[in-house]
């Protein structure tokens, strides 16, 4: 499953960037938190025993898959999946982590550390 959600990120990707090009602006793609992978989500009962669940391990491998095609430059996105926001429940960001989130993607933006993707081209630094 890791690697068909890569492949499909990666058309996902060719699409924006095409979008991008055509429209004539700059897109940052972000691997944002998922919720049901921090065992410190006040909404995880039980995280022991989440943690050795089918379902965790199975979303575990998949954003293992996803974030080692960003490391190798395969997916042309910016990996902030291990930062830690807070919840209104077990996946969505409450207003303080929508603004913590926010403050990393406008801090990188400002210093250049995220990379603009344009199709068929190596991602810039």
Known sequence: LGARLVHTYRANLEQIGRL????????????QPNGLLDLNNP?????????KSSEYL???SMQAAVRTAIAQGELHMVDLSQERPAYVDLAHYSDTGNKALAT?????????ALRVF?????PEP
């Open 58 to 60: 199975l979303v575990a």
């Open 20 to 31: 991008a090009l055509a429209y004539g602006f700059d897109a940052y793609v972000v691997y």
């Open 104 to 112: 990393s993607i406008l801090q990188g933006m400002s210093r250049g």
């Open 43 to 51: 909404f995880i009962k039980d995280a022991a025993d989440y943690a």
């Open 118 to 122: 344009r199709p068929g081209s190596a």
